[in-house]
């Protein structure tokens, strides 16, 4: 039986509702531009001073593959919202690297945890599944094999010499992070993310930028697509949350009111820091509105400020101004909400009319830069089309999550033998 979403959804706002045959794999391949390649900036990024190296902004945490996932998961929890595990296999000069492990891997195998008897139960057709439960029934779930288990951080590695704009073409497809290494030693010296080039673009001195930055987000097409909303009311769970957000192969989801009015947004990683050192199994069942005042409540405590971070941006709002709010927020996702300024009648879907990512701010940079073949939603196409094929056979890690007494924490899996 499949865990009720009652109070989740995929939402396709405006005119993408007008549209009966579309469902939530029907991605658009890529968003509308009258952008024009600009050589001047492509040489900026391929022949400035900057390098990769530069743009490290999470520490290099690596953790051997032997690892057990919940000493993996510690390690999460202590490098604190950005952290991204490394997790590497052999010594010397026979080290690789099996793969990353982030709050969305954590969060797939959580839900993984808590089918774990329902699937031993039954014939496992997906190989790295098999060995999981297997490992668990041994009594510990190595990390190597949960690294990438949400298909959401694919394993991309370049020197610390390599140019803008090679990080920017491997950002501009969907990937969030890139392990950086010196050219001269296999230990990797630090992970560059999206955000930081972000970071950069909002002040990089290159004349080709300014205009760009003051243009509004409708004139890049921002708004027009029918980008499916993924969100979830103040009334769901918190494993409604995680199901919805592995099954979409999204890290953060709209929460929206009664109203259907956005009220904030939840991450993988807000949960994961929530649910991954709880002790309780109560802790699926908070509700989310509840959840986001924990999380309000808590950042004002730690600083004394009130942080009640707002994910929103209108039409209107120009591209720098998103910059700067994706970076402060440390979001991967704002949602666009109709703007209060602006007369509107009224709509089904409360004030959501979208969303725009990291990935569809930096393909607008990609497509200045001259860099081919920019599809901003390839990556999560492919997350869609193995989770829709893996529910097509039975055997979704996540699609059948309705356990009596669920496992309350990441030890659950592999303290506890699968059969029992």
């Known amino acids: 039986m499949a865990h009720a979403r009652r109070h989740s959804t995929v939402r396709f706002p405006a005119e993408a509702a007008r549209s009966p045959h579309r469902t939530s794999t029907d991605l658009p391949t890529s968003p509308s531009s009258t952008l024009e390649p600009d050589a001047p900036f492509q040489q900026f990024l391929v022949s400035g001073s900057l390098r990769a190296r530069d743009l490290v902004d999470v520490p290099a945490v690596v953790v051997g593959g032997e690892a057990a996932v919940e000493e993996a998961c510690g390690e999460l929890l202590r490098g604190g919202g950005a952290a991204c595990l490394i997790v590497q296999s052999g010594t010397g000069e026979m080290v690789h690297q099996e793969g990353l492990f982030d709050y969305a891997d954590a969060n797939s195998f959580l839900l993984l945890g808590l089918n774990a008897r329902i699937l031993a139960a039954g014939q496992v057709e997906d190989p790295r599944t098999s060995e999981i439960l297997h490992a668990s029934r041994q009594g510990v779930v190595p990390i190597r094999l949960a690294c990438n288990i949400s298909q959401k951080n694919p394993m991309e590695v370049r020197d610390e010499d390599a140019s803008l704009e090679t990080l920017l073409q491997i950002y501009a497809a969907g990937t969030h992070r890139v392990v950086i290494h010196p050219s001269t030693s296999p230990t990797p010296s630090g992970i560059a993310t999206d955000l930081s ?41 918190i494993l409604d949350a995680m199901v919805l957000m592995d099954g979409e192969g999204v890290n953060s989801i709209a929460v929206l009111d009664r109203n259907g009015n956005l009220h904030s947004a939840v991450s993988v990683t807000d949960i994961g820091r929530l649910v991954i050192p709880s002790q309780s199994k109560d802790v699926l069942g908070t509700r989310l509105g509840q959840f986001v005042s924990r999380i309000k409540w808590t950042a004002g405590a730690t600083d004394g400020a009130d942080h009640f971070p707002v994910y929103s941006v209108v039409a209107s709002s120009t591209l720098e101004y998103t910059m700067e709010k994706l970076v402060a927020t440390k979001a991967h996702r704002l949602f666009l909400v109709a703007d209060p300024l602006v007369p509107t009648s009224p709509s089904p879907f409360g004030n959501l009319r979208g969303v725009v990512s990291v990935v569809d701010v930096l393909s607008i940079f990609a497509r200045l830069a001259g860099i081919p073949d920019v599809d901003p939603f390839r990556l999560r196409r492919k997350r869609r089309t193995s989770s829709t094929s893996s529910r097509s056979s039975g055997h979704s890690r996540h699609s059948s999550v309705s356990m009596p007494t669920p496992p309350s924490s990441v030890s659950s899996l592999s303290g506890e033998p699968a059969g029992k």
């Open 197 to 237: 080039l972000i970071s950069y673009l909002l002040h990089a001195p290159h004349p080709s930028l300014r205009p760009l930055l003051e243009r509004p987000l409708f004139a890049f097409g921002i708004g027009d697509l029918p980008t499916p909303v993924i969100s979830a009311t103040i009334d769901s769970t």
